[in-house]
Every structure is written in C-alpha cells, then in structure tokens.
C-alpha cells in the first residue's frame, strides 16, 4: 500500500476486502455503511489470490484495478468508490466491474 497517499491506501484496501467477498456464498461485501454494485461475472469460491496494480484517488473519487486468481482461472476487476467526504478515509458507494482476462492489444 502507498504510505505516501492515505487516499489511495483506502482505495487499494477496500478493493482488496470488497472483491474478497464476492464469492463467499451469502457474505456481505460491505459491513459499513457504502453500497456496492456489482456488474460482470461472478464467481462462487474465495478467490486464491487478489492483486491490485493501481489504486488511485482525487477528490471525492477513487478507483482500483487488478486481477482476481481462481485456480486456473483468472478474472479481471475494477472498482470505482465515492468517497463520503474530501477526506476519503469511509466510502459512500463502491461499483465493481469483473470480467474475464483479455488480451493485449499493442
């Protein structure tokens, strides 16, 4: 996590403990007070791995991406949050976006 940008911590944080329940059978992402919108696939075990390659913020928005390992399997994920206030140390709404791998086009 960036130790230089509390914000952008925060961002990479929640991502990490959102998309860690997303394939928890009946589990909450959220035990706070934001909502989370989920858009993609969806996935039904605890993911084996969870990398996120950019985390970033400014203002009253921050947003994440990275890769999710399920076994063999590898699906891709984004999330966008709005923070509640310019602080951004508690969200409001968390979107998450999931798909599967894609490959680069150069």
Known sequence: MCSNSP???FVEG?????????GKSGASASDEDYSVRIYGESFD???????????????KAGAANGEIRLGDNVLSFAISVTF???????????????????TTIK
Not at 52 to 59: E, L, T
Not at 95 to 101: I, P
């Open 14 to 22: 929640l991502a990490i403990k959102v998309v860690a329940t997303l």
């Open 84 to 102: 509640k206030t310019l602080k951004g140390d508690r969200a409001e709404s968390v979107k998450v976006y999931v798909g599967t791998e894609q």
């Open 45 to 59: 075990a605890e993911p084996d791995e969870i990398t996120v390659f950019q985390a970033i913020s400014h203002g």
């Open 7 to 9: 914000k952008n911590a």
